[in-house]
């Protein structure tokens, strides 16, 4: 059973909407991520956070935005939503300091859909 | 050029098969290579990983990489319908700021 857990799974929203997809941990990791997957593409990092009041932009250019008050939730935000936004997000956490050893623990990843 | 290629498939085997899958990449910096396996509507999930070059076993799973050639593969002996999933090659960097790199990933299906 994963213990990271990301709300809502699936969301269609209009064009312009304002979003915020949850991402919420109970393993106490303090390095969390958010990832965008689309078919037959590798996974591209867009955000991550080394800690609380921690966050810094990944390697692909994206209008969301990320928050870290609390260790255990890392939501994300887009505040104008487009097509070009339709993706999945998967959200990630990991412990200590080796991500290799340890791995990232995904969650099962929101399918949103901008019409 | 893309840092990681993978054979994106889908490869379907029979159950009982031994299943080769394959990464290459370009990028020198790559210490450890981890695998990940993601079954359908469920994130990723590490399934093992290596240190440099060498071979590492965990069950009916071993882990080959090959650094002079920068080639990365994973064996599933005596493969399962229940291995059937997309997997990915997710090489990283050592350092401070430990970056992955994730393939497109490999579907596999593995037929009863």
């Known amino acids: 059973e994963a213990d990271i857990y990301q709300t809502p799974r699936y969301l269609v929203i209009g064009t312009g909407k304002k979003i915020t997809l949850e991402c919420s941990q109970t393993?106490?990791?303090?390095?969390m991520y958010w990832y965008q997957q689309d078919p037959g593409m590798e996974l591209h990092l867009i955000h991550y956070?080394?800690?609380?009041?921690?966050?810094e932009k990944g390697d692909l250019s994206s209008e969301s935005t990320v928050s870290r008050i609390r260790t255990e939730h890392f939501p994300l935000t887009l505040e104008s939503a487009r097509p070009s936004h339709t993706s999945q997000y998967l959200c990630?956490?990991?412990?200590?300091?080796?991500?290799?050893?340890?791995?990232?623990?995904f969650g099962s990843g929101t399918r949103l859909t901008v019409v | 050029q893309k840092e990681v290629e993978q054979d994106p498939g889908p490869l379907s085997v029979p159950e009982g098969a031994i299943v080769s899958l394959n990464c290459t990449y370009s990028?020198?910096?790559?210490?450890?290579f981890m695998w990940y396996r993601q079954y359908s509507r469920k994130g990723p999930e590490l399934l093992m990983y290596?240190?440099?070059?060498g071979n590492k076993e965990d069950g009916r799973f071993t882990a080959q990489v090959d650094k002079s050639s920068k080639y990365i593969s994973l064996f599933i002996r005596d493969s399962q319908p229940s291995d059937s999933a997309t997997y990915l090659c997710?090489?990283?960097?050592?350092?401070?700021?430990?970056?992955?790199?994730f393939g497109t990933g490999t579907k596999l299906q593995v037929i009863p």
């Open positions: 990630a956490s990991t412990k200590g300091d080796s991500i290799y050893s340890y791995g990232y623990t």
């Open positions: 393993m106490g990791h303090d390095k």
């Open positions: 290596t240190y440099s070059s």
């Open positions: 997710a090489p990283s960097n050592s350092g401070g700021y430990q970056k992955v790199t």
């Open positions: 956070s080394y800690g609380v009041n921690s966050t």
């Open positions: 990028n020198s910096a790559f210490q450890y």
